[in-house]
Nanobody, 120 residues
Framework: VHLVESGGGLVEPGGSLRLSCAAS????????MKWVRQAPGKGLEWVST????????YYAESVKGRFTISRDNAKNTLYLQLNSLKIEDTAIYYC??????????????RGQGTQVTVSS
């Protein structure tokens, strides 16, 4: 299993970013996927989950209405569109292969992460 995130960076409050996660080494289209994040000094936090077909999505209350998860199974890629970013969204964002509870950070594998920093 190989997951490589990209698209992070420094953005001002209210700005937007689009994160990508290139997956390989497993049948991506058959797996529910997640985004989780870890803010400085804090534990892993669940952000969003998407079904294998991409037709069912779940969001943490803290990001609902601002973030959008999607996937392109033909390209083996997972996405996270981040809009209306807040300072408290600053974290390392990881894509992960789902396990356990859908609305939780539980997972089997995750990538190395991409840093998102929201600052003025």
């Amino acid at each position: 299993v190989h997951l490589v995130e990209s698209g992070g960076g420094l953005v001002e409050p209210g700005g937007s970013l689009r994160l990508s996660c290139a997956a390989s080494g497993f049948p991506f289209s058959g797996y529910t996927m997640k985004w989780v994040r870890q803010a400085p000094g804090k534990g892993l936090e669940w952000v969003s989950t998407i079904s294998s077909y991409g037709d069912i999505t779940y969001y943490a209350e803290s990001v609902k209405g601002r973030f959008t998860i999607s996937r392109d199974n033909a390209k083996n890629t997972l996405y996270l569109q981040l809009n209306s970013l807040k300072i408290e969204d600053t974290a390392i964002y990881y894509c992960a292969v789902h396990s356990g509870v859908l609305r939780s950070s539980s997972h089997t594998f995750r990538g190395q992460g991409t840093q998102v920093t929201v600052s003025s």
